[in-house]
């Protein structure tokens, strides 16, 4: 069993930035492929991010590539999204997830373990 932590979510003007952190407790974390999530009101969950478990490259839909960079830190169980250039259109509740694979995907039923989320608000 996995359990997932996130934090850094909250307030920020559009244009700003936040790091989301997400800290993973329980089984091996260094095998295990990493996703972010987010999910606006009445919306669909929808692909931020992911990074495998062997690599520094990072995943990204088109509504984030160039602005978001996910990272891990496998010593400290610790998964990061940094996200720049913040817009209105990226507030949401932001998932963290655990894939039992050494695969990254973007589909959320593909991912095993999700953290509680955390809230990101872009004020225009």
């Known amino acids: 069993q996995v359990q997932l932590v996130e934090s850094g979510g909250g307030l920020v003007q559009a244009g700003g930035s936040l790091r989301l952190s997400c800290t993973a407790s329980g089984r091996t974390f260094s095998s295990y492929a990493m996703g972010w999530f987010r999910q606006a009101p009445g919306k669909e969950r929808e692909f931020v991010a992911a990074?495998?478990?062997?690599?520094?490259?990072?995943y990204y839909p088109d509504s984030v590539k160039g602005r978001f960079t996910i990272s891990r830190d496998n010593a400290k169980n610790t998964v990061y999204l940094q996200m720049n250039s913040l817009k209105p259109g990226d507030t949401a509740v932001y998932y963290c997830?655990?894939?039992?694979?050494?695969?990254?995907?973007?589909?959320?039923?593909?991912?095993?373990?999700w953290g509680q989320g955390t809230q990101v608000t872009v004020s225009s």
């Open positions: 990074i495998t478990w062997s690599s520094t490259n990072g």
């Open positions: 997830a655990a894939r039992r694979s050494d695969r990254w995907s973007d589909l959320v039923h593909d991912y095993d373990y």
